[in-house]
Structure formats: C-alpha cells, structure tokens
C-alpha cells in the first residue's frame, strides 16, 4: 500500500505550469509574487517595520559601543 502512494507520487504530472499560469492571469505584470495578492500589504509592512527597526537598532548600538556606552540612552 505504502509502495503504491509514493508510487502514484512519481508518475505524476506537473502540475506547477498549469498553476503559474492560473494565478498571473489578471494580476499585474512585473509585480513579485509574494506582492501581488490583497494580503499582502498586512503581512509584509510588519515585516519591513522589525526588518529594518531592527538594522536601524543594531546600527545604533553598535555605534555606541563604538564611543563606549553600553545602554541605550544614558552615559553608561
């Protein structure tokens, strides 16, 4: 039975052009993929906000432990 289902696996057909070509029909062209549908805007902002506040972040401290200050807003 085992051997029968990855068996059925193998000899199966791509599908994978049938569904490129069914998602872009409609879209706009010369848009990634991962922008293209209406979630997207909700899923990828918060993901450029901690992407880039945190290199904004890093960059900061590491700036300061640069100059020698180990804490985020005081002297030391």
Do not use: D
């Amino acid at each position: 039975m085992l051997i029968c289902m990855f068996n059925s696996f193998i000899n199966r057909e791509n599908r994978v052009p049938h569904y490129q070509r069914l998602f872009q029909q409609g879209q706009a062209q010369h848009v990634r993929q991962w922008n293209q549908t209406a979630k997207s805007k909700f899923m990828l902002y918060p993901y450029y906000t901690m992407l880039f506040g945190g290199l904004a972040g890093s960059m900061y401290m590491m700036t300061r432990m640069v100059l020698g200050h180990k804490t985020w807003f005081s002297e030391n």
